[in-house]
């Protein structure tokens, strides 16, 4: 039987049943994405300028796929 902390209990439920307040759900990812694609097609660092939505992407696989499809359509298109 592993002795769990009341704390470190506390928060392993926090981060199953909410999100972090600094998390940023799929609608806010997807208002600063063409902000984001803008900036890595200029050759900034996008991930340290936005990285709430950096931080999204990782976890979210349908931004990222949304993500790539705007980058490669705006490569195209340069
Ligand atoms: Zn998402």
């Given at each position: 039987?592993?002795?769990?902390?009341?704390?470190?209990?506390?928060r392993?439920?926090?981060?199953?049943?909410?999100?972090r307040?600094?998390?940023?759900?799929?609608?806010?990812?997807?208002?600063?994405?063409?902000?984001?694609?803008?900036?890595?097609?200029?050759?900034?660092?996008?991930?340290?300028?936005?990285?709430?939505?950096?931080?999204?992407?990782?976890?979210?696989?349908?931004?990222?796929?949304?993500?790539?499809?705007?980058?490669?359509?705006?490569?195209?298109?340069?």
């Open positions: 039987m592993i002795n769990l902390e009341p704390q470190t209990l506390k392993m439920v926090r981060n199953v049943f909410s999100t307040p600094d998390e940023i759900g799929c609608d806010e990812c997807f208002e600063q994405l063409d902000r984001f694609v803008e900036m890595t097609l200029a050759g900034k660092n996008a991930a340290e300028a936005m990285p709430l939505v950096q931080d999204h992407m990782a976890r979210c696989r349908e931004c990222r796929e949304e993500f790539e499809a705007l980058l490669q359509a705006l490569r195209t298109l340069a």
